[in-house]
C-alpha cells in the first residue's frame, strides 16, 4: 500500500506541476493584470501602445539563466534546482522571452516572458522559521515549479524593464496561492561585454500581512545577445607559459575535435594544487585577500554560458568551492571570457571579479579583471603526470598589491577519455624495475590456448579485495588507461575500502602468451590539494595479475593479483600485501551471455503459454466431466498456485518501471528488449495465476457444495497429515545443508521450493491411493504437459552447462541457479522423478489408486469399497 501511494502521489504531483506549467504559457497576451501597470511601475519605464510589429532582436535570448541571490524565504526552499546547459547552481531561474512587440513611442518595446524558479518545494508560508532542505528530494518526487507570466515594456534609452504578472501555486495545506508581484530589471541593453552584467529584483505586491507575501528576490543576468568578446589578448597569458610546462594537444588532436566540445559538459571540474607553503588563505587563495574568505578553496569548476565555434571563444563562470552543494554567490565566482591560442595549444581565459558585493546587490558589478587561467591537453603523459588537462591560475598584479595571489595549478579529477587523443605520448620510466623484479618464465606450449589481447577491454577489471593479515578488506578497480606499445600498459588501480582510499598509477608488461601482468606501481603521498613533488609519490609498489585462459567458461577461470610493497617491512611507508580475486568475464563471453539472455526470454515465454495451454485443458476437461471436481487434490492446486504467485509478487514492480536498485548484466543494445519481454513474461504469468487460481476455486466450489463429499475430506486431510512431515523434513535437510555450502539460508529456501514445485503431484498421489479410486480427475495434457513444463528447464540446463561457466551475475532468466537445484545430478533425478510421477497418476486413474502397491498389502479393500456402495433396504 505504502509503495502504491507513492505512485499515486508521484502522478498527483507530476500532471498538477505540467498542467500549471501549461496553464501559465497558454494564457493569452491580451489577459489584463489584476492590479494596474501605470501604479507599479510607470514611473520606472512608461506604458504605451503596442503594435502588431514584433522584434526578433532582445538582449536575452529566448530562455536565459539567472540567478537569484537573496530574499524570498517565504516561497523558494533552498533544495537542488533542475540542471541547464548554462549551469548547475542551485539558485538558478530561467527567463523566457515570449514576445516583444514595438510600441508609438520609439525606443519602447513591450515584453511578455515567463519567470520560472525549479526545484521549489515549498510554495507555502512558514509562520516563525524559513524551512529548509538538507539533502535533495528522492527520485519518486517531481521538481516542483513555480511560475509567473509577466507583462511589462523594456528602455532602450533608460536601459530599464519592469514587468507586472502573478503566480498560482499550492500552498503546504493545499490552498491555493496568488502570488501578485512585479519584475524590475536594471542595465538591460543591446550591446554587451564581460563587464555588462543586469541587476535586478523580484517583489511582492501583496501587503506584508498576507501569507503570500515575501521579501524582494535580488536577481543577478549575464546577458548572452549581442556579446563582444573585448578581453582577447595574445599577451593576456604570455606570462603563464612557463619552461617545465608540459606540450599541448591540438583541437584536431581531440576525440570529438572541436573547440566548444571541450565545454559541451554541464561542469569541468578540476582539483586545486598549491604550494606546500600555502597553509592558509593569505596570499594563496584567488580571493586574495578581498572577500574574506578565511580557508582554501580546493575545487574550481568551469561552467560555459555560450561558446563560439567559429571563433573558437567561449564564455565561462568560474567558481571556487570546497563542496557539491553549489550555490551562485557573487563572492566566489568569476565571469571570464577564453580564447583558442594556437601557438601554444592551450584555452586562455581572462577572470574578472563581481564588485561590489559587500553592498546592496543593485551595487554589484563586474570589474578587476586581472586573474588568468589557462587549460592544456598535454601530449605526453608519465606515471607522476597523467592528468587528461591540466592548468594554472595566477593574478598579473605585482606581490604588494591588494588581490594579488601566488600561482595556483589544477588537475583533472578523472583521467577516462572517449578514446586515445591522436598523438598522446607516454613516457615509461618504470620498465628498468619491471625487468629485475617481473621474471617470466617460458611456458609449457599447449596448443589452442588463448588470453585476452593486450587492447581489449578484457583488461579492465574489478576485483575483491582482501589484506594479508586479514584486517581490512575492499574493492579493486582496475582500470586500463593505454596501452602504447607492446609489452607495456599503464593502469590506474584505485583501492576503496571502509578505512581508506588508495589510487596506484602503474606501468609495466603483459604476456599474451602466459597472461601474466607484472607492473610497477607509483601512489602519491602528499595531500590532494599539494602540488607533487618527487618525494610525495612513493614506486617502491609490485603489482601482479595473472589472467585465465579466454576458453575459461568450459572450466571456470579467475583472475588472480596482488599487491605488494618493496620496502622494508620497519619502513614507514610498508603496508601488507592485498590479495586480489576476480571472476573472470571477458567480452566475448559478454556476447555470448546476450546471446543466451535472449534464448531463456523465448524459453520462457513459451513455457508459460504452454503453462496456460495445459491449465486451461484441464478446465474444458472438467466442464465436460464436473462430476470428478472433488477428486482433485487442493493441496496440489494449492501448490502450483503459490507457485505462480511468488514471481508476481517478487516481480510486480517491474510491470511499471525497472527497480533501481536491481544489478543489471551487461546486455548492451538489447537490455531494452529483453526489459520487453521481461514485462510480457509477468502479464503471461499473471494469466496463468489467474487460470490456475479459477481452477483451485471450481474444486474448493464442488467440495463444498455436496455434504456427501465427506470421504473426499477424509482422504484430503490424509494425505495431508503424509506431505506436511515430508516437506518439512525436506526443507530441514535442505537448510542444514547451507552450513556445507556456500549458499544463503534464502537461497536454498527458494531452491527447495522449486524441486517442491516440480514435484507437483505428490500430493495427488497419496490422495488416490487413499481413496483408490479410477476416476479421471485429472486430463492427460495437464498432469504431462505441466511436468514437462517444469522439467524442460532441468533439460536445458544440462545443454548451457557444457557452454556457459556458472556466473552469480543475476543474468539468469531460466533455469535460474538460485530458484531451484541445478546440477548434472539434480538435472538427471529430478526429470526421472517427474516422469515417474506423471506415470503413476496414469496408472492410477486407469487401474485404481492402489495399483502401484503390491496386492498383499491391499487386504478387502475392494470388498470393502464395494460394501460400503451398496444400497440400503427401505425400514418396513
Not at 524 to 530: A, C, I, V, W
Not at 701 to 717: H, L, P, Q, T, Y
Not at 746 to 771: A, C, H, M, T
Request: glycine share 6%; with cysteine; aromatic share 12%.
Amino acid at each position: 500500500m505504502a509503495m502504491e501511494s507513492l505512485t499515486l502521489l508521484f502522478l498527483f504531483k507530476l500532471f498538477f506541476s505540467t498542467f500549471i506549467a501549461f496553464s501559465l504559457n497558454s494564457v493569452p497576451t491580451s489577459s489584463a493584470p489584476q492590479f494596474s501597470y501605470k501604479d507599479h511601475c510607470a514611473s520606472i519605464v512608461p506604458e504605451s501602445t503596442p503594435s502588431n510589429l514584433e522584434l526578433k532582436d532582445f538582449p536575452f535570448a529566448r530562455l536565459h539563466t539567472g540567478y537569484f541571490i537573496s530574499g524570498g524565504d517565504r516561497i523558494l526552499n533552498a533544495v537542488f534546482s533542475v540542471s541547464t546547459r548554462f549551469g548547475a547552481f542551485r539558485n538558478s531561474f530561467t527567463l523566457r522571452t515570449r514576445n516583444i512587440y514595438a510600441t508609438d513611442i520609439p525606443g519602447l518595446f513591450q515584453v511578455v516572458g515567463i519567470l520560472t524558479f525549479r526545484g521549489t518545494t515549498s510554495f507555502y508560508h512558514v509562520s516563525n522559521s524559513t524551512y529548509r532542505s538538507l539533502r535533495p528530494l528522492r527520485p519518486y518526487h517531481s521538481a516542483s515549479i513555480l511560475s509567473f507570466r509577466l507583462d511589462g515594456f523594456w528602455s532602450v534609452s533608460s536601459r530599464k524593464l519592469c514587468m507586472i504578472g502573478n503566480s498560482y501555486g499550492v500552498s503546504k495545506q493545499g490552498n491555493s496561492l496568488n502570488l501578485n508581484v512585479v519584475f524590475k530589471l536594471y542595465n538591460v541593453s543591446n550591446s554587451n561585454t564581460v563587464t555588462r552584467l543586469v541587476s535586478g529584483a523580484l517583489e511582492s505586491l501583496n501587503s506584508e500581512n498576507d501569507e503570500n507575501y515575501f521579501k524582494p528576490i535580488s536577481v543577478l543576468i549575464l546577458p548572452r545577445i549581442n556579446y563582444q568578446y573585448t578581453l582577447v589578448s595574445e599577451k593576456a597569458c604570455s606570462s603563464g607559459t612557463g619552461s617545465d610546462v608540459m606540450p599541448g594537444l591540438s583541437i584536431s588532436s581531440l576525440p570529438r575535435r572541436s573547440f566548444c566540445s571541450i565545454f559541451s559538459r554541464t561542469v569541468l571540474e578540476f582539483d586545486l594544487k598549491y604550494s606546500s607553503e600555502c597553509n592558509s588563505a593569505k596570499n594563496c587563495s584567488p580571493f586574495g585577500g578581498i572577500t574574506g574568505f578565511r580557508s582554501l578553496p580546493y575545487v574550481v569548476s568551469l561552467k560555459e554560458i555560450d561558446c563560439s565555434e567559429v571563433n573558437r571563444m567561449v564564455r565561462v563562470l568560474v567558481d571556487f568551492h570546497n563542496n557539491t552543494d553549489l550555490l551562485f554567490n557573487p563572492k566566489s565566482v568569476f565571469v571570464g571570457e577564453g580564447w583558442w591560442d594556437e601557438k601554444k595549444n592551450q584555452i586562455c581565459i581572462v577572470v574578472c571579479r563581481f564588485l561590489g558585493t559587500e553592498e546592496s546587490s543593485g551595487s554589484v558589478h563586474v570589474g578587476d579583471c586581472s586573474t588568468r587561467v589557462t587549460l592544456r591537453f598535454p601530449a605526453v603523459w608519465s606515471i607522476r603526470d597523467r592528468n587528461s588537462i591540466v592548468g594554472q591560475i595566477w593574478s598579473n598584479k605585482t606581490a604588494n598589491d591588494l588581490g594579488y595571489f601566488n600561482r595556483i595549478m589544477f588537475l583533472s579529477s578523472e583521467n577516462r577519455m572517449e578514446r586515445i587523443p591522436t598523438g598522446l605520448k607516454y613516457e615509461y620510466s618504470q620498465l628498468h624495475k619491471v625487468k629485475k623484479l617481473c621474471t617470466i618464465k617460458k611456458p609449457s606450449i599447449i596448443w589452442g590456448k588463448k588470453y585476452p589481447n593486450v587492447y581489449s577491454n578484457d583488461m579492465r577489471f574489478d576485483m575483491s579485495v582482501i589484506s594479508s593479515d586479514h584486517r581490512s578488506s575492499g574493492w579493486v578497480v582496475a582500470h586500463s588507461i593505454s596501452a602504447y606499445k607492446i609489452g607495456g600498459n599503464m593502469y590506474n588501480i584505485s583501492r576503496n575500502s571502509s578505512h581508506q582510499m588508495l589510487e596506484i598509477f602503474a606501468e609495466g608488461t603483459y604476456d599474451a602468451k602466459t597472461g601474466s601482468l607484472c607492473m610497477v606501481g607509483c601512489r602519491n603521498l602528499g595531500s590532494k590539494n599539494e602540488i607533487p613533488t618527487t618525494h610525495s609519490v612513493d614506486c617502491e609498489i609490485l603489482v601482479k595479475f595473472q589472467f585465465p585462459p579466454l576458453d575459461a567458461k568450459k572450466k571456470g577461470g579467475y583472475i588472480k593479483g596482488s599487491i605488494e610493497s618493496l620496502r622494508e617491512n620497519t619502513d614507514l611507508l610498508y603496508f601488507n600485501q592485498l590479495d586480489l580475486s576476480s571472476a573472470a568475464y571477458y567480452s566475448e563471453e559478454a556476447k555470448r551471455t546476450i546471446w543466451r539472455m535472449g534464448v531463456e526470454i523465448i524459453m520462457v515465454l513459451v513455457s508459460t503459454t504452454l503453462a496456460c495451454v495445459f491449465v486451461g485443458l484441464q478446465l474444458y476437461h472438467l466442464k465436460r466431466k464436473p462430476e470428478v471436481l472433488p477428486a482433485i487434490s487442493l493441496v496440489m492446486l494449492a501448490i502450483l498456485t503459490v507457485g505462480y504467485v511468488i514471481p508476481l509478487v517478487l516481480n510486480f514492480e517491474a510491470l511499471f518501471k525497472q527497480n533501481p536498485n536491481q544489478k543489471n548484466v551487461f546486455v548492451g543494445g538489447s537490455n531494452g528488449w529483453l526489459e520487453v519481454n521481461e514485462i510480457t513474461v509477468r502479464l503471461i504469468i499473471m494469466v496463468a495465476f489467474l487460470l490456475q487460481f479459477r481452477l483451485l476455486q471450481l474444486t474448493w466450489s464442488a467440495r463444498m457444495a455436496d455434504g456427501n463429499k465427506k470421504e473426499f475430506w477424509v482422504a484430503e486431510k490424509k494425505s495431508l497429515y503424509v506431505t506436511l512431515p515430508l516437506y518439512a523434513a525436506g526443507c530441514l535437510v535442505a537448510l542444514l545443508s547451507v552450513l556445507h555450502q556456500q549458499h544463503t539460508f534464502w537461497e536454498e529456501l527458494k531452491s527447495y521450493g522449486g524441486l517442491v514445485l516440480d514435484g507437483f503431484l505428490l500430493p495427488q498421489i497419496i490422495l488416490n491411493l487413499f481413496r483408490n479410486s479410477t476416476e479421471k480427475a485429472l486430463s492427460c495434457s495437464f498432469y504431462f504437459g505441466t511436468t514437462f513444463v517444469r522439467l524442460l528447464p532441468h533439460a536445458y540446463d544440462l545443454l548451457r552447462s557444457q557452454s556457459y561457466i556458472r556466473h552469480n551475475d543475476g543474468s539468469y532468466i531460466y533455469a535460474n541457479p538460485n530458484a531451484d537445484f541445478y546440477s548434472t545430478a539434480w538435472d538427471i533425478v529430478i526429470p526421472l522423478g517427474g516422469l515417474l510421477f506423471a506415470v503413476i497418476i496414469y496408472l492410477q486413474q486407469r487401474f485404481g489408486g492402489h495399483c502401484i502397491i503390491p496386492r498383499k498389502f491391499e487386504g478387502s479393500t475392494v470388498h470393502e469399497k464395494v460394501v460400503t456402495t451398496l444400497p440400503e433396504e427401505p425400514n418396513s
